[in-house]
C-alpha cells in the first residue's frame, strides 16, 4: 500500500491554470478571491489546484465576478 498522493505546486494546465492567473491578475489570495466569488475558501482551492472539476455554478459565479470567460485556452 502506498502512501497519500502529494499534491503539486504547479497548477494544472487549462481551467486551473486560468483561475490562478486571474486571480493573480486581481493580486488577492485565494481566501479572498473565493469569497469574493461565494465559495469557500477551501473549495476554491480544489479547483485552482485541478483537484476538484470547476462545477458550472461555480463557474458562472467566477465570470460573472470577474467579468470574463474562463477557457482553458486562449
Excluded: W
Aim: proline residues 8%.
Amino acid at each position: 500500500m502506498s502512501g497519500p498522493k502529494k499534491l503539486s505546486r504547479e497548477p494544472a494546465p487549462g481551467i486551473p491554470a486560468r483561475l490562478r492567473q486571474l486571480r493573480l491578475d486581481q493580486a488577492v489570495t485565494q481566501a479572498a478571491f473565493a469569497e469574493s466569488v461565494g465559495l469557500a475558501p477551501n473549495t476554491y482551492s480544489r479547483y485552482e489546484s485541478g483537484v476538484k472539476p470547476l462545477t458550472d455554478v461555480a463557474k458562472c459565479s467566477i465570470c460573472t465576478v470577474s467579468y470574463t470567460h474562463l477557457r482553458a485556452h486562449e
